[in-house]
């Protein structure tokens, strides 16, 4: 995807569905889920890249447990708006997890494809504990049965993009979550 100009890049932007206020508010409210969850005990965030690095970084500020990062990246969506149906993991967690209470942290779930495959590889490292946390979840697009512990906002059908989702690397830094047209 090429975008050539100021005027194409900002008419891709349909619409906000999720404001900065909005995610603000949700962020901080998860951020004290964690910490009244864990109580204490010492966590391990794990953050699939690169979309959800954006909610890492401010999920992470809310959080009061002693935490640890570690990162992966999956990729299922290669360039533009359509998945590829296959997911490859292109970058793998240095942590041993069978020692950490672990929360992966996502951006979004649309199939569902690269959680349960995530989720599959991690479970079978056995952690102490196991939770999924996603900014997003578009459940009209399941293709595989997966739900989040805790889902910070639920959409329709659209892609989007902000807050860390991208559409062929752009829009990555917009404050909000935004429709993304052609
Ligand atoms: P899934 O495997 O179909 O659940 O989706 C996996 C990945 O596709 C997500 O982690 C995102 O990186 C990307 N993705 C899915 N829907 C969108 C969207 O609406 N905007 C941007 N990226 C998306
Ligand atoms: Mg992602």
Known sequence: MKINSIEEYNGRIKR????????????????????????????????????AFVFLADILREVTVPCELDFMEAKSYFDGTNSSGTVSITKDLK?????????????????????????????????KSFKVITLL????????E???????????????????????????NLPYIAEYGE
């Open 16 to 51: 906000v569905l999720v404001s900065e206020s909005d995610i603000k508010r949700e962020v901080k409210k998860a951020g004290e889920l964690i910490n009244s969850i864990y109580d204490g005990t010492p966590i391990l965030l794990v953050s699939i890249l690169k979309g």
């Open 95 to 127: 942590h041993n997890i069978s020692d950490y209470h672990v929360v992966i942290i996502e951006d979004i779930i649309d199939t569902g494809r690269t959680l349960s495959e995530v989720i599959k590889l991690l479970k079978a490292r056995n952690p």
């Open 137 to 144: 979840d578009k459940p009209d697009r399941r293709v595989v």
């Open 146 to 172: 997966l739900s989040a512990d805790y889902s910070l906002f639920t959409i329709p059908d659209y892609f989007v993009v902000g807050y860390g989702l991208d559409c062929g690397e752009y829009y990555r």
